[in-house]
C-alpha cells in the first residue's frame, strides 16, 4: 500500500525564483547589461500583459478545475497499471482496484481531505506567488528589454492600447487556465503516470553502470 501513498499529492508549477537567496540562483552565461531606454520602454508593455494581480486570477481559476477534472482522472485509473513497472509487489496487492479505491481503503475521507489540502495549499502558494509577483514583473521586463528592441517594444505598446490589444493583453497570461487548456491537461495527467514506470525504467537502465550513491551520516564520516 504504501507505493500509492504519494501518487494522489499535488503538484504545484514552480514560480520564478527572481527573489531567491544569492547562491541558490546561478547562471553559467553572466548576462549583458540592459539598455536603459528599451528597460524604459518595455516597463509599460509588462504593466499590460502582466498586471498585478495575474498570479492570484490563474490559481482561482484554476483550483476547481483541478479538482474536479485531473483528480478525479487520477483516481480512476487502475492502481497497479501505476506502479507495475517499478513495484510488482504493489501492483499485485492492488489488483484491479483503482487508485481513488486504494486511498479510501487506507483513509475513507481521502477525497474531503484533499479538497482541504488542495484549498490551503492554494491560498498559501497563491500568497507566496503575489508577495513574488513584483520580483516576476521585474524579471519579465528584463526579458522583453533583451528580446525585443524600443521601437518593437513601442509597437506592442500601441497595440496593447487598441480595443483588441487591451482584449489580449488582459487575458494572455491566464489563457492556459481557460477550460479548454485545462481540458487538455487533465488528459496529460492520467497518461504520465501511466507512463512513469516505462520512464523510471529507462531512467534505471541509462544509470545502472554507476556506481551506487552512498549517504555520508551527519558527522561526516
Known amino acids: 500500500m504504501a507505493a500509492f ?9 514552480q514560480v520564478p525564483a527572481t527573489n531567491a537567496p544569492a547562491g ?3 547562471s553559467t552565461v553572466p548576462l549583458s547589461a540592459i539598455d536603459p531606454a528599451r528597460l524604459a520602454a518595455a516597463r509599460p508593455v509588462i504593466d499590460q500583459v502582466w498586471p498585478l494581480g495575474t498570479y492570484q486570477r490563474i490559481m482561482r481559476a484554476t483550483m476547481d478545475q483541478v479538482l474536479n477534472g485531473t483528480m478525479s482522472s487520477m483516481y ?3 492502481a497497479a497499471d501505476l506502479v507495475k513497472g517499478t513495484d510488482p509487489k504493489a501492483a ?3 489488483g484491479d482496484r483503482t487508485l481513488g479505491e486504494m486511498m ?3 483513509d475513507p475521507a481521502y477525497q474531503e481531505r484533499m479538497r482541504r489540502t488542495m484549498r490551503v495549499m492554494t491560498d498559501e502558494m497563491t500568497a507566496l506567488m503575489t508577495r513574488m509577483e513584483p520580483g516576476v514583473r521585474d524579471a519579465l521586463a528584463s526579458a522583453y528589454a533583451r528580446r525585443f528592441t524600443a ?7 500601441r497595440f496593447f492600447a487598441t480595443p483588441t490589444g487591451r482584449a489580449y ?8 487556465a481557460s477550460p479548454e487548456m485545462m481540458a487538455q491537461m487533465q488528459q496529460f495527467a492520467p497518461q504520465m503516470m501511466a507512463a512513469m514506470p516505462g520512464i523510471m525504467a529507462k531512467v534505471e537502465a541509462a544509470t545502472k553502470d554507476l556506481p551506487p550513491a552512498t549517504r555520508k551520516s551527519q558527522s561526516g564520516k
Open 5 to 13: 501513498a504519494t501518487i494522489g499529492a499535488p503538484t504545484f508549477a
Open 24 to 26: 541558490l540562483v546561478s
Open 76 to 78: 480512476g485509473m487502475k
Open 92 to 94: 499485485k496487492e492492488a
Open 104 to 106: 479510501a481503503q487506507n
Open 151 to 157: 521601437d518593437q517594444l513601442g509597437e506592442l505598446r
Open 169 to 176: 493583453a488582459a487575458d494572455s497570461m491566464t489563457l492556459m
